[in-house]
């Protein structure tokens, strides 16, 4: 399964890194890539709960767009 999160407020690599390590703290989740270009989060995985990766990344202090 594979999932793409729209994500406000990626700034630089940091910012990546802080999505990524939050989204890929979750069940399920085997792979996550943050891009501050494009402004998205690719999470792959199995049975993936949309609702928990928007809520760890708005945790991790940036908003979920869609």
């Known amino acids: ?9 990626l700034m630089c ?3 990546e890194a802080r999505v990524k390590k939050a ?3 979750l069940t399920g989740v085997e792979s996550a890539v943050a891009d501050r270009v494009t ?4 999470v792959k995985g199995e049975n993936l709960d949309v609702a928990a990766l928007r809520a760890a990344v708005e945790e991790a202090g940036y908003k979920v767009t869609d």
């Open 1 to 9: 399964m594979e999932v793409t999160l729209k994500v406000e407020g």
């Open 13 to 15: 690599p940091k910012c």
């Open 23 to 25: 989204l890929e703290a």
């Open 39 to 42: 402004g998205t989060a690719l």
